[in-house]
């Protein structure tokens, strides 16, 4: 029998916690997959569906486990910096052919853009702890999260307006007037979460200027390259912005271009104003890193590195995302056409578009036609199928009736 041992009295150090809130966005898959209705439409969570409704392994990526599984011939460490190759053959995807060779840019691997955000947030913090972080509202709701976590001053500025669907271009340069040399702005690369409402060329522009002028430093959250317009035309405005400016951050996804969602695929890219200064902070992150996940998980690095080292394996991952980019347009087309009051969606990019209605409408159509989207009225559009799409718009377009 175990001895009894005599517990100390005094306060219990986990019954200090307080309860959390779930995650919006992860509670809404669950709450989804636990409806019984098979005509339920999950317009939830931003993962690309095929028109079967399936999140299906990208071909390329299947044949790029098959090599792995043939060829790797070990699992020893690879370093808190990650696989090098895969950084360097992302790097001139996001920043084009020839930033590749700009050695004022540095990047690690990461666990997805969620590890890139925070691994940049907590590098801000380090380097300047008065650092603020200027964020366009509404946002994807963890961004507040993982730049709070860090310990950086969040400042909410207007992005967009959901009664009225336009971007508060504007306002969002007027907010911007309170911001101090060395804050950062938080930008969209591309296919805007939760909006789907991208800057214009133009509006990247001017925004450039700004930001150039004002001594601000832009940390660019690119998650989404290739699901609005194609690789080139979404990163033109990130290139263009990190071309002009001498310091600059941008978190980068493989997870949606890749669709390697779960194995926790991405990049954290580092412009400094000199190769010296970009190599001490490579030298920071890979200290940052090792204090919270030491190193990357390798698998999904692996599989990019070998789909993009591969002739016909790049081309195929090529062919299969403009097939998703396309039949996302098409299903913004195909609501667009629908009502009037939807037109605005087809002007819009990526998986997300962000409805009108009030909190109340969005559980009540949950209730009533089982649609499962964010409680902001974000929705993923590609979760629509053919078979839906319609009665999804029928549903929506009555809500907004009411
Ligand atoms: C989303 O916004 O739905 C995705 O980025 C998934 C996530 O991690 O929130």
Request: aromatic share 6%; glycine share 8%; charged share 25%.
């Amino acid at each position: 029998m175990a001895d009894a041992f005599t517990l100390a009295d005094g306060p219990r150090l986990f019954d200090r916690l307080s309860l959390q809130p779930s995650d919006s966005l992860l509670q809404l898959i669950a709450l989804a997959n636990a409806d019984p209705r098979p005509d339920k439409i999950d317009v939830g969570v931003g993962v690309y569906r095929d028109p079967a409704g399936g999140t299906p392994i990208l071909r390329a990526v299947k044949a790029a486990e098959r090599i792995l599984l043939e060829t790797q011939r070990t699992k020893a460490y690879l370093g808190s910096a990650g696989d090098a190759r895969f950084v360097e053959l992302v790097k001139p995807i996001v920043f084009g052919e020839r930033a590749a060779a700009d050695d004022r840019i540095v990047g690690v691997q990461t666990p997805g853009g969620c590890g890139a955000l925070r691994l940049g947030a907590d590098l801000i913090e380090k380097a300047d702890p008065d650092a603020r972080i200027f964020v366009g509202q509404p946002t994807w709701p963890n961004h507040g999260p993982l730049i709070e976590c860090a310990g950086v001053e969040m400042v909410k500025i207007p992005y967009y307006d959901t009664a009225s669907r336009r971007i508060l271009f504007d306002e969002m340069m007027d907010a911007l007037k309170d911001a101090r040399a060395g804050d950062l702005i938080l930008l969209h690369g591309c296919c805007h979460n939760p909006t789907g409402a991208d800057l214009d060329l133009d509006q990247w522009k001017a925004l450039t200027e700004l930001v150039s002028a004002r001594g601000l430093v832009p940390f660019i959250d690119l998650a989404y390259q290739g699901l609005g317009n194609g690789l080139e035309i979404d990163a033109q405005g990130t290139r263009m912005m990190v071309e002009a400016v001498d310091q600059a951050l941008v978190a980068q996804s493989c997870d949606k271009n890749f669709g390697v969602y779960r194995e926790r695929t991405g990049s954290l890219f580092i412009k400094a104003s000199s190769a010296e200064a970009a190599g001490t902070a490579f030298g920071n992150l890979l200290q940052l890193s090792r204090t919270m996940w030491s190193m990357p998980p390798d698998h999904g690095a692996a599989i990019v590195r070998t789909v993009l080292d591969d002739p016909d394996l790049r081309a195929d991952w090529n062919a299969e995302l403009i097939e998703m980019c396309a039949r996302i347009r098409s299903l913004r087309a195909r609501l667009a056409a629908y009502d009037e009051r939807l037109r605005y969606i087809d002007g819009q990019n990526g998986m997300f578009s962000i409805l009108p209605l009030s909190t109340d409408a969005v559980l009540e159509l949950r209730e009533s036609h089982g649609i499962y989207m964010a409680d902001s009225g974000r929705f993923n559009i590609v979760g629509l199928s053919d078979e839906n799409a319609d009665l999804f718009a029928a549903a929506v377009v009555e809500k907004m009736n009411e």
